[in-house]
């Protein structure tokens, strides 16, 4: 009996080497032939394909993969008819969502989207531009940009369109931020006759929970530490927890086990603390997942 697959679409670009550490946290060791498009995965049930992002979400509509990772901005361009499964904010550089932004050169006169009337504007993002002009009231021309968009005020257009995750590439090509047109984050998505099959759909439902897990224990740590009963109530007081510390009995009946996963943002502040309220034998761990 042949094996069942699920076809899966990753992102290849900007997010690619992000998306292949989401997915090791995860579970999968994926490894990835040079010039290949066909990554392989430690998972006889998945196979993999890399597509760019911009082009995933018809690829997912038609059923040329059962699912992929792609940005809500290209499914909203698109128009593609697809289910998303979950949302997963991660990007190239930081845990936030990105943002397509009007922007104009700093010493320009247009000041506001209205300014910009009956001007050229230079975006990969056409279509969503062109709705977002025309609830503006406003009548511009709108010019696919093959790439390098930020260089092209204001000589090869009056504006721009443009997506940023920081702000330093708007920042070093002296652009202006005027409005904000969408913001997006990364998604799951999955064709709609795919998640009919109730294999496919417990498969990639499966992957969701596992990629969320990994995308929760980004910004945590476990901490594991030995505490006299006496000094528990001072530990307790003091530490923080998703939702309990687990308490345990040690060999030594007046010592205790305590475990808990916190904000790695707090660990520096709470170690010597923890330290000064009795703690002892203090372990720090890393995390792969956390499933609530």
């Known amino acids: 009996m042949k094996k069942k697959k699920l076809k899966f679409g990753l992102p290849k670009g900007s ?6 550490r989401l997915f090791k946290k995860a579970g999968f060791e994926i490894t990835v032939r040079s010039r290949s498009y066909y990554p392989t995965v430690n998972d006889d049930e998945l196979e993999f394909v890399l597509f760019r992002p911009q082009e995933m979400p018809r690829y997912v509509e038609d059923g040329v993969v059962d699912a992929a990772l792609t940005g809500y901005d290209w499914i909203v361009e698109n128009g593609s008819q697809v289910e998303e499964v979950c ?3 991660y990007s190239k550089a930081t845990r936030q969502k990105v943002k397509w932004v009007l922007a104009v050169k700093n010493d320009s006169r247009f000041k506001t989207v209205k300014d910009l009337q009956g001007k050229k504007i230079a975006t990969e993002l056409v279509n969503v531009t062109k709705k977002y002009l025309e609830k503006k009231g406003v009548k511009a021309e709108v010019e696919f940009s093959w790439g390098a968009t930020e260089v092209k005020p204001p000589l090869m ?7 940023t995750e920081t702000g330093s590439s708007l920042r070093a090509n002296n652009l202006r931020v ?4 969408l913001e997006s984050s990364t998604k799951l998505i999955a064709n709609q006759k795919s998640m009919k099959d109730a294999w496919k759909r417990e498969k990639i439902e499966n992957i969701a929970l596992l990629l969320n897990g990994a995308i929760q224990a980004e910004d945590k740590v476990g901490l594991k530490m030995n505490v006299l009963k006496t000094d528990l109530k001072k530990i307790l007081a003091v530490l923080p927890a998703l939702q309990k510390p687990t308490v345990s009995q ?3 009946h007046t010592w205790l086990d305590v475990d808990t996963i916190i904000d790695e943002a707090v660990v520096r502040k709470i170690i010597p603390e923890l330290k000064k309220a009795g703690a002892s034998g203090i372990i720090e761990y890393p995390l792969n997942k956390v499933i609530y």
């Open 87 to 89: 949302d997963l904010t």
């Open 15 to 20: 997010l690619e080497e992000a998306t292949y």
């Open 178 to 181: 005027i409005d904000t047109i």
């Open 157 to 163: 257009a009056d504006a721009i369109v443009d997506v």
């Open 250 to 252: 040690l060999s030594d």
